[in-house]
């Protein structure tokens, strides 16, 4: 049964002031998708003003080329990212936007049916990790992600489209959080099935950052940043395998960005 209580808590709670909610510029929208995917807010807010300054239209990041936007990308992690978004930006910049955007580098079914809601104005279904957890626990099980998307549907009533998903996310992102849910605080609390975590939930904690080959790859790509390097002074592996990911190549001896 379709309810007014996401609407009003999202109206009164949302994280509306965020700088790229306040356009509906689908290059805008995919840029914040990109960087928030695995990224927490906080850090995307930083990088934001500068990063979007410097890439304003997919025109301007394909004529950088990809080693800028690496560069620009900075400590936000995992930048496999950056290096997708530039090849996005070439296929937009040369041919448009496909009809259908998971055509583009990197944009899986969730990207893109984030970028026809916000947008376009489509009543496209979006479930990223945050949705996913509230309407898990609304409805007490675990859901494909079709399901998830059915779920989201009707859990989200009478919301549609951009509002459905923007509020459930921050329903995810606040009251309903991974750990230590403040319950009280949810709008779906009296039709919640589980009020709390699933049962089934999964604690998954991702593999410790300190001396990781995450962390030897970044320390090599923060060198690479501040200009070519010698090869001899940079991690071999570390260098290889950032090359082979296209974030890095190779000047007889010395390393560079792309």
Known sequence: MATTEL????????????????????????????????????????????????????????DAGPGAVIEAWGRLGYPRRA??????????????????????PGVGRYTAQAVLSQADGQDAPAVEVN?????????????????????????????????????????????CRPREPRCQECPFTSRCATRGPLELETKSRQAPFEGSFRQRRGEVLARLRAGPTPIALLDARALRSLVTDGLAAIDDTTARLP
């Open 131 to 175: 949705v996913r957890r509230v309407v898990e626990r609304v409805t007490g099980r675990r859901l494909a992600d079709r399901e998830a998307e059915a779920a989201m549907v009707e859990i989200g009533a009478p919301l549609i489209g951009r509002d459905r998903l923007l509020a459930l996310m921050d329903v995810g992102a606040g009251p």
């Open 83 to 104: 290096r997708r978004l530039w090849e996005s930006a070439v296929r937009i910049a040369a041919l448009g936007w496909p009809d259908d955007l998971t055509e583009l």
């Open 7 to 62: 609407a009003s808590w999202y109206s009164a709670h949302g994280r509306h002031d965020l700088p790229w909610r306040e356009t509906r510029e689908r290059w805008f929208v995919l840029v914040s998708e990109v960087m928030l995917h695995q990224t927490q807010v906080p850090r995307v807010l930083a990088a934001w003003p500068d990063f979007i300054g410097r890439f304003p239209t997919p025109e301007a990041m394909a």
